[in-house]
């Protein structure tokens, strides 16, 4: 069965409870945790041409650390939301709606 | 209908392609997009203690900024693996799996 | 005469004394503070490619968002190693010898 | 004798060119990897309380942690207004006289 977004927050809220580390999930936390995420990920490309950034999973060793920190954000990214209380397909959804009356194609 | 994360994977490639932006969305660039979004997060909650924070959704301009940022923060995540073909949920699920290896509970 | 360092942090200093926002720098919220201006300094640059961004400061409108930016990273900077009582400079120097050591050049 | 600020600015541009790596000291790069160092000093911050954050130094290995991401931030900060040629001390001086505008004391 494929995994779903619901799935990973019930799994994230029970990594948590089981290591009675929810008293660190606070948002304020979880932001930074999840900037401190998105810095790991920013690392990897630093260096790149735009061009090589395209290519960034030919090289099997470069793949699995993005795959890694791109796994970290996201799994942050759903805890601070679920702990905020936040539904952020829905909240994406009307931001997309926001951006075509904002930025009119063609 | 709920949306779905396909479904947003598959407006904002068409919002790129409507207004000829694919030109941009090299992984590099959107690692920076999605790094310049978290800050905003982040300045968000950067003066509030971790206890104000948990309370962030009752003040009504505060919520709306604070799903705004969200929302953009998981559509450049959406889009960054999407140009790159990475399958976040998947990656985000085998973490986990690794994750519990790592920190063993209780 | 030139601006110093040593200035520019008894002048923030002050200013936070003036308006008892001493209250709020805290070294975790000052660290999300830098983390916060840096995301800004980061969007200026998004889109830009690494050719275009030599040539940043040749845009008065940019030129000036830049300015604007990377003042604001380096006051929080100042005021975050003020308030933790780091030298940056000696801090920097080490550093500095460290990675002469760590990567030999030639 | 004390370290300068141009000190430093200068084994950076020496450090550099002995390694022939000026070429990947784009601007856009260099906000990049100023923003990866901000992303692991958040991470060293990110579960403490503001009041434990206030006491960082007091633990030797953290106080090591910190100071060398400082240190790390710091250096890109001075090769990223280097390579652009912004004056950091005059326009940081220049943004505490627009904040003293901004945000009248008393």
Same mark, same amino acid.
């Given at each position: &069965?494929? +995994?779903?977004?619901?799935?990973?927050?019930?799994? /994230?809220?029970?990594?948590? @409870? =089981?290591?009675?580390? !929810?008293?660190?999930?606070?948002?304020?936390?979880? +932001? &930074?945790?999840? $900037?401190? !995420? +998105?810095? !790991? *990920?920013?690392? /990897?490309?630093?260096?790149?041409?735009? #061009?090589?950034?395209?290519?960034?999973?030919?090289?099997? @060793?470069? $793949?699995? !650390? +993005?795959?890694? #920190?791109?796994?970290?954000?996201?799994?942050? *990214?759903?805890?601070?939301?679920?702990?905020?209380?936040?539904?952020? /397909?829905?909240?994406? =959804?009307?931001?997309?709606?926001?951006? #075509?009356?904002?930025?009119?194609?063609?």
């Amino acid at each position: &069965m494929p +995994v779903t977004l619901d799935d990973l927050v019930q799994r /994230l809220r029970d990594f948590a @409870a =089981a290591r009675d580390w !929810e008293q660190f999930h606070t948002p304020k936390n979880l +932001v &930074m945790a999840l $900037s401190g !995420e +998105v810095g !790991e *990920l920013t690392a /990897l490309f630093q260096w790149l041409t735009p #061009e090589e950034s395209a290519r960034a999973l030919e090289d099997p @060793a470069l $793949s699995a !650390e +993005v795959h890694d #920190e791109l796994a970290d954000v996201t799994l942050y *990214l759903l805890r601070l939301a679920d702990v905020l209380g936040v539904d952020l /397909l829905t909240a994406a =959804a009307a931001k997309i709606d926001r951006n #075509e009356q904002r930025f009119p194609a063609g």
